[in-house]
T-cell receptor, first 113, second 113 residues
Framework: DGGITQSPKYLFRKEGQNVTLSCEQN?????MYWYRQDPGQGLRLIYY???????QKGDIAEGYSVSREKKESFPLTVTSAQKNPTAFYLC????????????FGEGSRLTVL | EDQVTQSPEALRLQEGESSSLNCSYT??????LFWYRQDPGKGPEFLFT???AGEEKEKERLKATLTKKESFLHITAPKPEDSATYLC??????????????FGTGTRLTIIP
């Protein structure tokens, strides 16, 4: 079955540590995205990529970094510079950025202790 | 600044009791409006896209409608499996890109057997 796989599902880290969240898709989609979801707030875009080796900052990119070395993979690193990293992180993909339908993974919940 | 407001925040219905969820928006240049369903601890699942006022889309017990200022998600004779959070998102801007998506905070729907 095609889809998006995020790992790990739950992650606990100490303050000051960088963490990397994995996102893999086998849908052959060009565009991939990272969103952050906090209680009482709408999904907010962190980074997106329209094509391999290219990515753009979203609304809340500070303290995050990404790479897009392969079409299937779009990992997100939450760095120690991110002031409030505890959140639910969602990876998504679409056929291309003009496509209205986003396919989401099941999310990764990061808790910083 | 684009704004998307969903109401109510939470809604509890008896099984079979029809109702509507609202998504009102204040944006410059609406390109499309999207509805997603999100189960607890999961990623959102795409439901509908609406592009112009007067447009309607249906899927099982759900029907989405669009006016110039708001969208409604009507749920007819709901079942317990319809319990979820329903998210609304609007696409704006000059580019047909998902990077211009603005999400609402969602309506948490609970259907009581």
């Amino acid at each position: 079955d095609g889809g998006i796989t995020q790992s790990p599902k739950y992650l606990f880290r100490k303050e000051g540590q960088n963490v990397t969240l994995s996102c893999e898709q086998n849908l052959n989609h060009d565009a991939m995205y990272w969103y952050r979801q906090d209680p009482g707030q709408g999904l907010r875009l962190i980074y997106y990529s329209q094509i391999v080796n290219d990515f753009q900052k979203g609304d809340i990119a500070e303290g995050y970094s990404v790479s897009r070395e392969k079409k299937e993979s779009f990992p997100l690193t939450v760095t120690s510079a991110q002031k409030n990293p505890t959140a639910f992180y969602l990876c998504a993909s679409s056929i291309w950025t003009a496509s209205p339908e986003l396919f989401f993974g099941e999310g990764s919940r990061l808790t910083v202790l | 600044e684009d704004q998307v407001t969903q109401s109510p925040e939470a809604l509890r219905l008896q099984e079979g009791e029809s109702s509507s969820l609202n998504c009102s928006y204040t944006v410059s240049g609406l390109r499309g409006l999207f509805w997603y369903r999100q189960d607890p601890g999961k990623g959102p699942e795409f439901l509908f896209t609406l592009y112009s006022a007067g447009e309607e889309k249906e899927k099982e017990r759900l029907k989405a409608t669009l006016t110039k200022k708001e969208s409604f998600l009507h749920i007819t004779a709901p079942k317990p499996e319809d319990s979820a959070t329903y998210l609304c998102a609007v696409q704006t801007g000059n580019n047909f890109g998902n990077e211009k998506l603005t999400f609402g905070t969602g309506t948490r729907l609970t259907i009581i057997p």
